[in-house]
Every structure is written in C-alpha cells, then in structure tokens.
C-alpha cells in the first residue's frame, strides 16, 4: 500500500500484495466482479480496509461504467458494499465527500485513480481514456469552491499503452500527450488538471503493465486478473 498527503486528507493506492487470492489473482485482489473467490475478496477488504486503519462499513464505491458521473455521499453507505459484497451499486465513476473518515474508493487495473481534497472536501475518481475524454475530472474538479490538490496513483504507461485511431482523436487537441499510437493518460490527467486551475498535483508514477510483481493489469493479463484500489479520506 502507498500513501500520499493531500490538504486534510489522504489518498490510499493499493497493491497486489498482502492478499490471499490465488492464481492470476494473487493475492490482494479486491474486485468482486473477478472469477475470483468471493470470501478471498472479502478478506483482502479486510486486509485493506485495517492497514489503511479504515472501518470497512464507512468505504463508499459504485459499480464503474467508464462513463463521467458523479456521487456525493453525506453519509456512509447502508449497507456498505464493500464490507458487504453483493449490495446495489450506483452506476458511477467518480465520488465526492465533506465527511470526514468516510473513505471513497474505485478499483483499478490500468485506469487511473485520481484524488482531489482542498478546504475539507474530497474526491476519488476512476479515470480510464472514456471518462477523461468525457470531462470526469472537469466535472469532479468544478464541485470544488477553489481548485484543490490531487495525488494520481498507478496506471497504465505510454510504454505500453498502444490504442486505436478512435482513442487518439479523443484527445486530438492535447499536444505532445502521444507517440505514434502510444498514448500518455498520466499525461492527459496532468494537462487536465492544470486547465482547471489545479497546481499541486503528486504523481505515484507507476507503470501497472509494467510492475506485475506490484499491480494487476488488464492490458497485460487479457483481462483475467485482479483489481486493485485508489481511496481517497478526509482527515478526522
């Protein structure tokens, strides 16, 4: 697990490891919606949730639909599905919240977690190339009275993030964010945020394709493989 300071907050990017999942899931896999076990999943929530010193029924998710919409959440979920695998999800990318200990989380596995928090707010986004073209983070970003600092976790690389001329053209406008059909989504992220006013941005710049001793990746594993998490918490 890694941690990186945001203003009262704190944004939480989990690993593969620490988990008792098996085989291409192994071993901290944390999505349910995997071929995985489901009372592994559970037990890698646990593992999460108390190295993270979280309560596992004050984590908020959605189910992700690589779409820009966004929840606010003024309480914590009842019942929690992440505790409680299996509970209705709200079909949602991105979270928002003032309550301070109510951890918001999207999984991932070449996406990009993206935490925002300034002036006792926070947000967690899932940012996959749909969602960024579609202004996920322009929308999570405008829900702040002042733009507010952001921690970008693992993702995908321009190493090894070869897409079709469709994916390009979405981000047609961004100068230098591709080479050839590689394409930087970190990159995107960061022009993102600086055109919405955002100035203190840290980077955990991991490649997941890259790191199959530290992440699961979708691209790399096609498709049979784990997720791992972004969280983002206010301080208490």
């Given amino acids: 697990m890694n941690e990186l300071s945001l203003p009262g907050a704190r944004a939480i990017f989990s690993t593969r490891l620490g988990g008792v999942s098996e085989g291409p899931y192994e071993s901290l896999n944390l999505g349910i919606l995997t071929d995985d076990e489901p009372q592994r999943v559970s037990e890698n929530r646990r593992r999460l949730a108390a190295e993270a010193g979280l309560a596992p029924d004050r984590v908020a998710m959605g189910w992700q639909v690589h779409g820009t919409n966004l929840r606010e959440w003024d309480s914590p979920p009842a019942p929690s599905a992440f505790a409680e695998p299996g509970t209705e999800l709200d079909r949602v990318d991105g979270h928002l919240t003032d309550q301070p200990g109510l951890a918001l989380m999207v999984l991932v596995a070449d996406c990009f977690p993206v935490a925002l928090a300034g002036e006792g707010r926070v947000a967690m ?11 996920i983070v322009e929308r999570a970003v405008e829900r ?32 230098g964010v591709s080479r050839g059909r590689m394409l930087d989504l970190r990159a995107v992220i960061a022009r993102k945020l600086a055109a919405a006013g955002v100035e203190r941005v840290e980077h955990l710049d991991h490649c997941t394709s890259c790191r199959p001793e530290l992440y699961f990746s979708h691209r790399r594993d096609g498709g049979v493989t784990g997720r791992q998490a972004g969280l983002a918490v206010l301080d208490a």
């Fill in 144 to 175: 702040f009275e002042q733009p507010p600092a952001a921690a970008v976790g693992p993702g995908i690389g321009a190493c090894c993030y070869e897409v079709g001329p469709e994916v390009l053209e979405a981000f047609a406008g961004m100068e």
């Fill in 125 to 135: 986004l899932h940012c996959g190339w749909r969602g960024l073209a579609g202004g």
